[in-house]
């Protein structure tokens, strides 16, 4: 089997057995939370001949599945010396705490996983070259409300290509 192919499979298998395995603890007749979108910017150190520092901008939007499940896009934009990285994943994030009334908690602890892409571009004297692999980033963090639709955070999460990711959020409920 392909590099490409064993790739897809696990970008699609790996997330669906994460809520396989967090739906057997949901109770039914709890109420969902609204989606909900997030935008974050942070520090990147990627390993190398030492540590790369490097800025992070993105955001993602969550959908909830089940009342601690959601599934969502994300895209980074990380920008170095000479090069940038784009990072697409599809994430699964597991609410620690049950939500009440359909809300989340006021603090709410989180972990998150996904799957996808990562594209590298960077600038020679002969010009751009652009390369892409498979991506995966695992963590958690924790979110707190700071109003009816509002809430910031911070995340922690490693990855590959390898790299430890800090980040702050901001994010917003919405819906009714």
Do not use: C
């Amino acid at each position: 089997m392909s590099g490409a192919r064993q790739l897809r499979k696990f970008v699609v298998v790996i997330p669906a057995a994460i809520v396989a395995v967090l739906a057997a603890d949901s109770v039914a007749a709890q109420e969902r939370p609204r989606p909900a979108v997030e935008f974050n910017a942070g520090w990147v150190g990627f390993a190398d001949d030492g540590v790369v520092n490097e800025g992070l901008l993105g955001g993602a939007a969550r959908f909830y599945v089940l009342p601690r499940v959601s599934i969502g896009p994300e895209i980074a934009f990380i920008d170095g010396t000479h090069h940038s990285h784009l990072m697409l994943t599809g994430n699964v994030t597991w609410d620690l705490l049950a939500p009440t009334n359909g809300r989340p908690r006021r603090v709410s602890p989180f972990l998150v996983a996904g799957g996808g892409l990562f594209q590298t571009r960077e600038h020679f004297a002969t010009g751009p070259f652009t390369s892409g692999e498979g991506a995966f980033t695992a963590g958690g963090g924790v979110r707190t409300s700071l109003g009816k639709r509002v809430a910031a955070g911070v995340d922690a999460r490693i990855g590959w290509e390898l790299h430890l990711r800090v980040s702050g959020l901001v994010g917003f409920q919405l819906g009714r």
